[in-house]
T-cell receptor, first 109, second 117 residues
Framework: KNEVEQSPQNLTAQEGEFITINCSYS?????LHWLQQHPGGGIVSLFMLSSGKKKHGRLIATINIQEKHSSLHITASHPRDSAVYIC???????????WGAGTKLIIKP | EAQVTQNPRYLITVTGKKLTVTCSQNMNHEYMSWYRQDPGLGLRQIYY???????DKGDVPEGYKVSRKEKRNFPLILESPSPNQTSLYFC????????????????FGNGTRLTVT
């Protein structure tokens, strides 16, 4: 059983739309990571959060520790936001992550 | 510029020919890790290191070796590569472990695409 579930697996939207990607996890955690993998393969860390909400530009990440759920929102989406978005949570050891399968986002102009 | 540098970006080799993928970070990070990424399987951890001379196995360590003789470098060694090690490899580092109250985000290298024929 996957301990980190992301939805949807694939998402296609029009430029300008508000995007929501969800991440649910079954383990107790201290923090959750959101990362972005570009079509060229590079991986960038977007957020690490343990409570509440964080915002960076048009990206907003929220987490509800009690419900074991996090969301990544993109406002005013743009074709350059097209990427795979991955959430991950630490294992008990804090040295390893449990990875979600990723959400492939395509924003059409 | 703070970065994680992997080399080479692309590598084609033959079965059994030893190879090393280098990884270097200039951020004085204690924690470093190697991942492989395969279609449909996502990121899987190969080995990680908590500090100099301290390494541990990840989820898929078979067929790989690592060493951490200096803080900045964490090479991945394939002593006898096989075709099932054809994959996209990433090195990553962070200043502290990825979880816990003092957890830190990961910084990734650009990846190494390895093909073993």
């Amino acid at each position: 059983k996957n301990e980190v579930e992301q939805s949807p697996q694939n998402l296609t939207a029009q430029e300008g739309e508000f995007i929501t990607i969800n991440c649910s996890y079954s383990v107790g955690i201290s923090a959750l990571h959101w990362l972005q993998q570009h079509p060229g393969g590079g991986i960038v860390s977007l957020f690490m959060l343990s409570s509440g909400k964080k915002k960076h530009g048009r990206l907003i990440a929220t987490i509800n520790i009690q419900e074991k759920h996090s969301s990544l929102h993109i406002t005013a989406s743009h074709p350059r936001d097209s990427a795979v978005y991955i959430c991950a949570v630490p294992m008990d050891s804090n040295y390893q992550l449990i990875w979600g399968a990723g959400t492939k986002l395509i924003i059409k102009p | 510029e703070a970065q994680v540098t992997q080399n080479p970006r692309y590598l084609i080799t033959v079965t059994g020919k030893k190879l090393t993928v280098t990884c270097s970070q200039n951020m004085n990070h204690e924690y470093m890790s190697w991942y492989r990424q395969d279609p449909g399987l996502g990121l899987r951890q190969i080995y990680y290191s908590m500090n100099v001379e301290v390494t541990d196995k990840g989820d898929v360590p078979e067929g790989y070796k690592v060493s951490r003789k200096e803080k900045r470098n964490f090479p991945l060694i394939l002593e006898s590569p096989s075709p099932n090690q054809t994959s996209l490899y990433f090195c990553a580092s962070s200043s502290t472990p990825v979880g816990g109250l003092r957890g830190s985000p990961l910084h990734f290298g650009n990846g190494t695409r390895l093909t073993v024929t």
